[in-house]
């Protein structure tokens, strides 16, 4: 791995993951969903555009970087943004 790899490797280490879920957006034409995470920060939902389920699967999983939309001004998120992991209901009951 090259040193710029490696150095993108560590960076990434410290951005936290968060899961949420996925809602369908019927008003997006070209199929981009909306994700959804409860926040502990904020102590409310934060809502993102997400890309469609072929995009989604051929793209590195490191591609879906926000910046947080924290409202709350010591949420850590804020200074790193954060990276969406979708899981299904079940997904989220079990963890
Ligand atoms: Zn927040």
Redesign the pocket.
Known sequence: MSTAKKKLAEQRKKIPIVKGYLIENPSSEKGWRLFRFW??????Y?QHGFPPAEEYNSRSKYEEHRA?????MD?P??DTGYFLRPFTAKELQET
């Open positions: 926040c502990p920060h904020c102590r409310y934060h947080a939309h924290c409202t709350n949420s998120f804020r």
